[in-house]
């Protein structure tokens, strides 16, 4: 047929035919095709959390993890088989988590801090504290403690407060070694803590102190070159005699004239919160100023003073140097501020975080850890 | 058909939706200010239908550019003559036709999303930006986990998993893709577990920084057992899961942004910055890894203007974290397989304008000649 047609127009026809089903097809395949994405996807992943995790224990152990761990110290332990193991973070040498039959999760910490660490009786009425106990005597204190045992024959202390109105409960172990003291930490519900009891006091018993020695200051670090500097938080002090411990994952920013140091916080939403240090003679215009200044910094509007009275947290540190915490958060743009607030007589310091919602609910725990760390010299 | 085709092919047909996409093109653009990129990309042009005030549908992008693409494909095919003298035009017909394609193959076929390793950290996954699953985890093999992850039309109110791989039930009784957590004053009743026994859920407004939103779901779980089966709540980034079990299983529920794995493993070596001297400001970043498939290792430098790609993958140096002790590189990883159809349709397109241009000058010049 193609004979009779004009050259011109043969071509023209063979070149149509060509591009229809080149089209064709490409029009099927764009329009008919599945999108790449099923809605049921199945695989197997290693047991670790492999897209994002920070620095564990088991990272740094290995991917096989042994049932005994240790640290670079020296310091051992055995973690029950029902536990699972949370992130240690700087200030943490290792967490835990145990599950409980009524839907909640009991944490476990344990923390190496230097030398007392405040004393017993002001980390005894910290927890207390936490849990919404008043605060014991020394005479008291005595009462609550029971002299322990680990396996290798170390004594140790462990207590234990409920609040029967609440449901809160806390159990420690307190090991007190080589110039440093080992908290070991339960944290969970009344029921949980009957639960859990024999579990933790089982760990409790397994730790071994080894050569367990004081957190390393960064000016030490020369001179311990073999320890793992993840496992002790870094103690940073200032001219003013104010130290503190800096959680490993805050960058470190630049103090300037106003501020006495200065931290970056990643956020998981690719933001990073700002921490920062600042120390002013006096009341510094007092805290129901501060806090109003904070709050229109979020696009709230001011508080009165019954108002704010609500909005503050009596917390203490790990010294037992009482501080007031108090969080605002703009719900529509998302913008936060949480704030330590240290009134220390001749001058006032704060802490301030300032970042997002997402930044406020990841960085709350270590900013409190941070603030609970700060240790105040006497000159 | 052939008077369908050449309906098709009318040249109204074209000039009008390039119109309209121009009116969405700075809608959308104006848009963003309000309610952000990522929302303005999916309202405005990768969507269908525009729905103004919830009621009137109008042609997205999406519709706009597959009328455009049906419309020239029939100009090429129906209406156009096909001699030497238009084969310029045809071929930059053919260039446009080849850029709308590769506009549907990375709006179907592309993944983004990102990928933090702290040094010496090894992954072999990378976490979609936007898009969420429900993640069931079953732990109890020691030496893996058994992950199922349902996406799409199960990240919605209503939606109900129900998989040979879970020995229940699980029904989505609440979504929110933006939402924030309440501690609880007061007790629940016993079918509340978990978080839900300590919180409770609120929506709110999308924020228009898309990261910032974090979602949540109130779920019923059914059929593991009375003291299992119960209201859950789930959220974006939970730090610890929701635990079930079932059938002497124990399973992590939770809900996360939809995680790929990778065909090969990446560990962050070493991770670089360099300073403008006696400045704060990055100079440049890099992040030196092991690209690992099987025992093969491949040590690879992706810096901020060489990305590393490898398999289909592309992976460029987004961001960083400053540890005190360690540092995290963040890379954007992304599977685009329509990644080459822009380079290859423009390069078709010059091609065909240049020798419509040319055989249009020799036209004019003969013609001149002949005169």
């Known amino acids: ?379 | 058909m052939n008077k369908l085709g050449k309906q098709l092919a009318s040249p109204k047909i074209f000039f009008f939706t390039a119109i309209w996409l121009l009116i969405i093109l700075v809608k959308g653009t104006l848009a963003q200010k309000d309610i952000g990129l990522y929302q303005s990309q999916e309202y405005y042009f990768s969507s269908w239908f525009i729905m103004v005030g919830g009621l009137l549908p109008l042609p997205g992008g999406r519709l706009a550019m597959a009328v455009m693409f049906i419309n020239l494909l029939s100009k090429l095919l129906f209406s156009s003559k096909f001699s030497v003298a238009r084969i310029g035009t045809h071929i930059a017909h053919f260039g446009g036709l080849l850029l709308l394609v590769g506009g549907f193959i990375t709006a179907y076929y592309s993944k983004e999303g990102s990928m933090m390793l702290y040094e010496g950290d090894k992954s072999a996954f990378f976490d979609d930006y936007h898009e969420l699953e429900i993640a069931i985890i079953d732990t109890s093999n020691p030496a893996f986990d058994e992950v199922t992850a349902f996406r799409n039309e199960y990240i919605d109110t209503g939606a109900v998993i129900s998989d040979p791989s879970f020995p229940g039930t699980i029904k989505v009784v609440e979504y929110h893709r933006n939402a924030d957590l309440y501690r609880l004053d007061s007790a629940v009743p016993s079918e509340f577990k978990g978080m839900a026994q300590r919180f409770y859920v609120r929506g709110k407004p999308l924020d228009s920084e898309a990261s910032r939103n974090r979602a949540a779901m109130i779920v019923e779980v059914e059929g593991l057992s009375p003291v299992e089966d119960g209201v859950y709540i789930i959220f974006q980034h939970m730090q610890v899961p929701q635990l079930l079990n079932g059938d002497g299983r124990t399973f992590e529920l939770s809900l996360r942004n939809a995680r790929y794995p990778l065909p090969f493993g990446i560990e962050l070596l070493d991770f670089e910055k360099v300073m403008h001297p006696g400045t704060m400001k990055a100079k440049s970043y890099s992040s030196e890894v092991n690209v690992m498939s099987g025992e093969l290792k491949r040590r690879v430098e992706i810096s901020m203007n060489q990305p590393m790609r490898n398999r289909g993958y592309t992976f460029y140096q987004a961001s960083f974290v400053e540890g005190q002790v360690k540092e995290a590189s963040v890379f954007a990883v992304v599977k685009n397989a329509g990644r080459q159809f822009p380079y290859w349709s423009s390069i078709i397109m010059s091609i065909g304008l240049f020798i419509h241009i040319v055989l249009r000058v020799i036209k004019h010049v003969n013609k001149g000649e002949k005169a």
């Not at chain 1, 994405?37 to 740094?60: D, G, L, T």
């Not at chain 1, 200032?238 to 805050?250: A, F, G, L, Q, R």
């Not at chain 1, 106003?258 to 970056?264: D, I, K, V």
């Not at chain 1, 301030?352 to 010299?377: H, P, Q, W």
């Open chain 1, 1 to 379: 047929m193609t004979e009779d047609f004009p050259k011109k127009t043969a071509v023209s026809l063979k070149l149509r035919k060509s591009l229809n089903l080149a089209c064709a097809t490409v029009g099927v395949f764009v329009f008919s095709g599945c999108p790449d994405n099923p809605s049921i996807v199945k695989y197997q992943a290693p047991k670790a959390p492999a897209s994002i995790s920070e620095p564990s224990m088991q990272a740094q152990a290995g991917s096989d993890l042994p049932p005994t761990i240790t640290d670079a110290d020296g310091v051992t332990w055995e973690t029950p088989s029902s536990w699972t193991e949370g992130k240690a973070s700087s200030m943490r040498m290792a967490s835990f988590a145990i599950p409980l039959k009524d839907g909640t999760v009991g944490d476990v910490s344990l923390v190496k801090l230097a030398g007392p660490a405040g004393g017993l009786l002001a980390n005894v009425n910290r927890w207390r504290g936490q849990v919404g106990l008043a605060d014991l005597t020394a005479a008291g204190l005595k009462e609550e403690l029971e002299s322990r045992k680990t396996k290798a024959g170390v004594p140790y202390l462990a207590v234990e407060m409920i609040n029967e109105d609440s449901g809160s409960a806390i159990a420690a172990g307190i090991y007190e070694s080589g110039g440093a003291t080992l908290f070991a930490k339960l944290s969970t519900n009344k029921v949980g803590l009957e639960e859990a009891r024999g579990g933790f006091y089982e760990f409790c018993d397994s730790v071994s102190l080894g050569g367990m020695a004081p957190p390393v200051s960064s000016s030490m670090r020369a001179d311990r070159p073999a320890m793992d500097p993840s496992l002790v938080p870094p103690a940073q002090m200032d001219s003013s005699n104010i130290s503190w411990t800096v959680p490993s994952m805050w960058g470190e920013g630049k103090a300037s004239s106003m501020r006495m140091a200065s931290f970056s916080i990643p956020v998981s939403d690719g933001s990073v919160g700002d921490v920062s240090l600042v120390k002013l003679a006096g009341p510094a215009g007092g805290m129901l100023a501060n806090v109003n200044r904070w709050r229109g910094q979020v696009g709230l509007d001011p508080l009165g003073e019954d108002a704010l009275k609500k909005e503050l947290e009596s917390r203490k540190t790990l010294g037992g140097v009482s501080y007031v915490a108090v969080e605002m958060l703009n719900e529509n743009s998302g913008a936060a501020i949480a704030g330590g607030v240290f009134e220390m007589g001749d001058s006032t310091l704060f802490i301030k975080l300032t970042t997002n919602n997402v930044g406020l609910a990841e960085g709350r725990a270590s900013f409190l850890e941070f603030c609970d760390s700060l240790i105040f010299k006497e000159n």
